[in-house]
Nanobody, 122 residues
């Protein structure tokens, strides 16, 4: 099970810290990722944390968003700074072992999803 929290409404330039708590699976051995989606569009990859804690983020958020994980707390974090109106979306966390390779940026490859948390930027 994955449960996101931390979404909300902020003004442009503001920050949010999204959290995703995992349970019921070996969290530390799973690739974890953030995606976002706006109505009528597919899910956009935001960033990934691999099982070693190495992270990567997409070009649209590079320099503003960071991904991190705390395996002791089974938690994935998305720190979103410098928010822009175009960042408004439903944000989802996803998990999968991906056969040990965490390089996928495709939502089709992740089997486990949270319910999402809404981010609004005005």
């Amino acid at each position: 099970q994955l449960v996101e929290s931390g979404g909300g409404s902020v003004q442009a330039g503001g920050s949010l810290r999204l959290s995703c708590e995992g349970s019921g699976y070996p969290f530390s051995r799973y690739c974890m990722a953030w995606f976002r989606q706006v109505p009528g569009k597919g899910r956009e990859w935001i960033g990934t944390s691999d099982t070693e804690g190495m992270t990567s983020v997409g070009d649209s958020v590079k320099g503003r968003f960071t991904v991190s994980r705390d395996n002791a707390k089974n938690t994935l974090i998305l720190q979103a700074n410098g928010l822009k109106p175009e960042d408004a979306a439903m944000y989802y966390c996803a998990a999968d072992d991906l056969s040990g390779y965490c390089g996928s940026m495709s939502s089709d490859d992740y089997r486990y999803w949270g319910q999402g948390t809404q981010v609004t930027v005005s």
